[in-house]
């Protein structure tokens, strides 16, 4: 009997350790979706060129500004504007997904020539500022303006010069 007794309580040992294996041995699963939403694509075109007008250059230094804020031009120092021609600011069309963000990215300054001789175009601003947000159509007008630098009896000339203006989803 001692013995049956030692076996039956191996046994309901044996039967007390399969169980707390299994117990342990559970599990649960969950599932999740995975979502991706592709928006268009922005883009940038370029409507209208920065033009600075027509400029009688004398014997000092001076600058030409084209604000695109209050569409603008305005001179300080050894310059002339002329009214034959009264400049304006360059103006992009930018589409994408409506009401997102983005950044403005304009240069720091770039080089306009005619033949040989050249001026300096720097301080570029936007009406925008450097961020801003497409309307409930995915659309955006931006106005770019900058400082004309006109050296001392700037020889006469037609000045061409081409810079970059990037926009970039945030």
Not at 31 to 48: E, F, G
Not at 137 to 164: C, H, K, M, R, S
Request: hydrophobic share 45%; net charge negative.
């Amino acid at each position: 009997m001692k013995r049956l007794n030692v076996i039956l309580i191996g046994l309901l040992m044996v039967i007390s350790v399969n169980q707390s294996v299994n117990a342990q041995t559970a599990s649960s699963t969950a599932s999740a979706t995975a979502t991706a939403n592709i928006v268009q694509p922005i883009t940038i075109n370029k409507l209208v060129d920065l033009d600075f007008g027509d400029i009688a250059a004398g014997p000092a230094i001076g600058t030409v500004t084209i604000d695109p804020v209050t569409l603008t031009r305005s001179a300080v120092g050894g310059v002339i504007l002329i009214a034959t021609n009264d400049g304006h600011e360059a103006n992009f069309e930018i589409t994408g997904q409506a009401l997102a963000t983005f950044s403005i990215v304009l240069p720091s300054s770039i080089i306009i020539s005619s033949g040989s001789d050249d001026m300096t175009v720097n301080n570029f601003v936007s009406d925008l500022g450097l961020t801003s947000a497409l309307d409930a159509l995915g659309e955006a007008t931006l106005n770019v303006g900058a400082d004309l630098q006109v050296g001392i009896n700037q020889a006469p000339g037609l000045y061409t010069g081409t810079f970059d203006v990037t926009v970039a989803y945030n």
